[in-house]
């Protein structure tokens, strides 16, 4: 593959032409606060992800980091 004129790198084809810098948002500890909420109220994390603007696979992604509580459920801790 090559570039085109004034286009991205190959590597950036590579990728399905997603720029892999520009399309992720790291979620903050609001946003954990949230997500623990929403969970304990019985919201899907496809719900969750609509309502934090992120996709479904973030909201899965976190709630797995974040499963230390004695009952194996989601808790944010500072």
């Known amino acids: 593959m090559t570039a085109a ?38 919201y899907k994390p496809k719900q969750i992800a609509a309502d934090l603007g992120v996709h479904v696979s973030t909201i899965y992604r976190d709630v797995h980091a974040h499963e230390f509580r004695p009952d194996n459920g989601y808790s944010v801790q500072p």
């Open 5 to 42: 004129r004034g286009g991205k790198p190959p590597l950036f084809a590579m990728y399905g032409g997603h720029d892999m810098g520009e399309q992720y948002k790291q979620l903050q500890f609001r946003d954990r606060l949230k997500i623990e909420a929403r969970l304990n109220i019985g």
